[in-house]
């Protein structure tokens, strides 16, 4: 910074005066531009031995990160961490099933059970198909089908009778390919063998049904680079687990299933049942990085470090459906908290995740350049095709259901172990359940998202998250808060109607 004037104020000033700071609370000033935005590189670490192409995470929410999402945020270059909200046989199931998943389509297929009754063609949903196996879900294989053009020429007494009546079989190996093969190969099988979907078989099993209309989709969106691949040449998935002694045997079943890091999942990580969990942990399985938290200040974050944390997660109460703020009267403003614990994180070596308050590609920015190696985000995917779930629709929008894991419905399927309240006699809600707009896939829009956030990495002058950090801590960039009036200057304002369309 010249000495002949200083603007702004470093964040080391900003973020000692005593308040609490969210992430619209505070502005970067712009620096200088000498590279292209192609030129910025956002390759980082969840922690200490997990590298990522982008800085993206899925949360362990019940209603974000299953198989599909966590398939596709590895295809990305990110990750996505399964929730353990279920018991261990599903858990392991879904990372297993994550990494089946070479080609991550989340396809819009619908499954009914052989004794079912297709009453009108909403039950298609938006396919053109009806699938049926023996659960009347995708695993363990298909039995048959019935396309929507079929079903829509039959007569009414046909219609009266189970699907599984008049279905057509799925014998035949001509719908069946191999788990592992790429977009291009399904297509061409799919163009050779004229079907309308191929059906991908991994060791006798079901792991995917992909339809032409998803094919065409697909194809429509960026191009996937390499991802997030493991040792084993499977993508890498994380998991959730709690701090029980049962989840020590939890966590036995999921290193077999493949998991390659492990977060430990608490609202608050600073306590002995963590930190004897990653001693645990660090002792019986030293080469899988245990991810410790959440945590919003040095303190915490020390306490967890010295314990041998590979990773630290940071945030409590600034998620949108998460009210541990509001209850419980403590947490800390995110950007605060995230520079505050990057601070101290940094002088270990520890990657920092900011987990909650992303809703743009601004936050995103914002979170990294003051110090984290990561965001985990739950609303920002939720909503999206990988996300699990079912869409319908609430006045006139097509939604999924969104719940924090502190609400009480989540409670009552074993989320409140994460609040240490599974042994209290009342259960006290952190979160509520609600719904948010569908958003598309995650293949399409965290692409842009990451574009966003380099432009924004370039009006900073920095080229990577390492530079930013760099230019952070040598006072070079600067920042300033916010008032109420300049956050709505900032934003869109001043109009009559819009139509806001971010790509």
């Known amino acids: 910074m010249s000495s002949a004037f200083e603007d702004g104020f470093s964040a080391e000033k900003l973020f000692a005066q005593g308040y609490s700071y969210t992430y619209d609370d505070v502005i970067f000033l712009p ?3 000498d590279f292209s935005t192609d030129a910025v590189s956002l390759s980082t670490r969840l922690s200490k031995r997990v590298p990522l192409s982008i800085p993206c995470v899925a949360s362990p929410m019940d209603t974000v990160s299953e198989s599909h999402m966590a398939a596709a945020m590895a295809a990305l270059g990110g990750i996505g961490i399964v929730h353990y909200n279920c018991d261990v046989a599903t858990q392991a199931s879904v990372i297993r099933h994550a990494k089946s998943l070479r080609v991550p389509i989340a396809s819009d297929a619908v499954f009914k059970c052989p004794d079912h009754l297709i009453g009108s063609v909403d039950d298609f949903g938006p396919s053109s198909f009806v699938f049926v196996s023996q659960t009347g879900t995708l695993t363990p294989s298909l039995l048959g089908y019935v396309s929507k053009s079929e079903w ?4 009414d007494e046909q219609k009266e009778m189970k699907i599984y009546d008049y279905m057509r079989s799925c014998e035949s190996r001509d719908y069946y390919v191999p788990w592992d093969i790429d977009l291009d190969k399904i297509d061409a099988v799919l163009e050779d063998k004229q079907k ?28 996937l680079g390499t991802g997030t691949v493991g040792p084993d040449k499977n993508w890498m998935v994380g998991a959730a687990i709690g701090t029980r002694e049962s989840d020590k045997e939890r966590l036995e079943h999921l290193v077999k299933a493949g998991a390659n890091v492990v977060v430990l999942d608490s609202s608050q990580g600073n306590s002995i049942y963590q930190i004897e969990m990653i001693k645990y942990v660090k002792n019986v399985y030293p080469e899988l990085d245990v991810v410790g938290g959440n945590v919003v ?53 520890v990657p920092v995740i900011a987990d909650g308050g992303i809703s743009n ?20 995917l939720a909503g999206s095709t990988e996300a699990p779930g079912a869409y319908e629709y609430r006045n006139g929008r097509r939604v999924k259901k969104y719940r ?45 998202t990451m574009h966003a956030v380099k432009q924004g990495f370039q009006d900073l002058g920095a080229s990577s998250l390492q530079s930013a950090h760099e230019l952070l801590r040598e006072k070079v960039l600067r920042l300033e808060a916010r008032t109420g009036a300049a956050q709505i200057e900032g934003g869109i304002h001043g109009l009559v109607s819009y139509e806001k369309k971010s790509f």
């Open 31 to 33: 620096h200088y531009i």
């Open 152 to 155: 829509s020429s039959m007569k």
């Open 196 to 223: 309308g979907f191929v059906v991908l078989e991994k060791d006798g099993e079901t792991v995917n049904v992909v339809t032409k209309d998803d094919v065409e989709r697909v194809k429509g969106y960026p191009k």
């Open 297 to 349: 200040t040095m303190y915490q974050a020390e306490n967890l470090i010295k314990a041998g944390v590979d990773g630290l997660r940071v945030g409590m109460g600034s998620g949108s459906i998460c009210t541990t703020q509001e209850v419980c009267a403590v947490g800390r403003g995110q950007a605060t908290a995230v520079y505050k614990v990057s601070t101290l994180a940094a002088q270990h070596g």
């Open 361 to 380: 590609s601004g936050h995103i920015v914002k979170a990294l350049v003051l110090g984290a190696s990561t965001v985990m985000m739950g609303s920002f």
């Open 404 to 448: 924090g894991m502190g609400s009480l419905e989540a409670m009552t399927k074993g989320s409140d172990q994460r609040y240490l309240g599974d042994t209290a006699k009342l259960k006290i809600a952190q979160g509520v359940v609600g719904a948010v707009a569908d958003k598309g896939s995650v293949l399409k829009f965290i692409p842009y």
